[in-house]
């Protein structure tokens, strides 16, 4: 029997995060062109945790920290959709490196705006099937036979434990886009739902009370600011003072991992990921 193997992933611009039912993780999510690197650290290395030296195709690249450091063209796409190369290569190098041969199943984050099907079957389809990468010299060949896109937000109201039965307010804090997803009796309601076309990493020169402005312009009117409201993503923890003064009813999400030692709470950049691996176990056969 095939057993199945769940990689949730929140590919961020700015970091790539997982879970599976082994590992937490993350890494950065900047690609650049390889090239020869002339100089050495003081330990002799080049590399570092979080460096990736990936080799997919015909295109040899530096992926993570490296991909910052070193990098002139940094390969960044703005779109509003993930269905894009850069998304394919995270995440196949997270599938790599924790992934398995034959089973994988990916549930992946896509902005609610980009949200169409087009764009779903597009990562659905470049996503599937066999592929073969390197990184960091060590070469696999494995399958993904399943994809499950979900709406950004939605992992991280599947994350909560206490989530509330009636009225539910996420607002996703990410690097390339904020989304804000409205729940009422356990149903996703587009009309008060959405994407904001800016990020902690998109827009640099937006404050996080700036940000918190802007959030509120787009959500009055559609929200009851006094709702239960929840917010996670990479600068959820920045932005919280901020918010606070708009929104009073709100709190972090931050994740919780269980294990027969104990548990432990993750951080709010977290939340989509903890709560797109509980999705992949529903929609999935259970590992």
């Not at 290569?89 to 087009?118: D, F, S, W």
Request: aromatic share 10%; proline share 3%; hydrophobic share 35%.
């Amino acid at each position: 029997m095939n057993h199945k193997w769940i990689l949730a992933i929140d590919a961020g611009a700015y970091e790539v995060k997982g879970r599976t039912r082994d590992d937490v993780f993350k890494f950065r999510s900047t690609i650049g062109p390889y090239r020869h690197l002339h100089l050495v650290n003081a330990d002799s290395s080049q590399m570092e945790a979080g460096d990736y030296i990936v080799e997919y195709g015909d295109e040899k690249l530096f992926v993570g920290n490296i991909a910052w450091r070193e990098c002139h063209a940094i390969r960044e796409p703005r779109d509003i959709s993930k269905a894009h190369e850069e998304t394919k290569i995270r995440v196949l190098v997270a599938v790599h490196q924790y992934g398995k041969t034959e089973g994988n199943c990916v549930v992946i984050g896509q902005p609610i705006r980009g949200m169409v099907n087009k764009d779903r079957e597009s990562m659905e389809t470049m996503l599937k099937g066999e592929h073969t990468i390197t990184v960091n010299n060590v070469r696999k060949t494995f399958n993904i036979e399943e994809v499950k896109v979900a709406p950004e937000g939605s992992g991280a109201y599947f994350s909560m434990e206490d989530r509330p039965e009636d009225i539910a307010n996420i607002i996703d804090a990410g690097s390339g886009t904020f989304n804000y997803l409205r729940v009422e009796d356990g149903y996703f309601i587009d009309r008060k739902s959405g994407t904001l076309a800016f990020g902690a990493e998109t827009d640099m020169e937006m404050t996080e009370k700036q940000m918190a402005v802007a959030i509120l312009a787009e959500l009055r009117g559609k929200w009851n600011l006094y709702e239960p409201t929840y917010l996670c993503g990479g600068i959820a923890e920045y932005l919280l003072p901020y918010i606070k003064e708009h929104f009073s009813n709100i709190k972090l999400i931050r994740p919780v991992l269980y294990r027969t030692n104990g548990h432990k709470a993750y951080s709010p950049q977290y939340a989509n990921a903890f709560g797109f691996y509980s999705m992949g176990k529903v929609v999935f056969v259970d590992e």
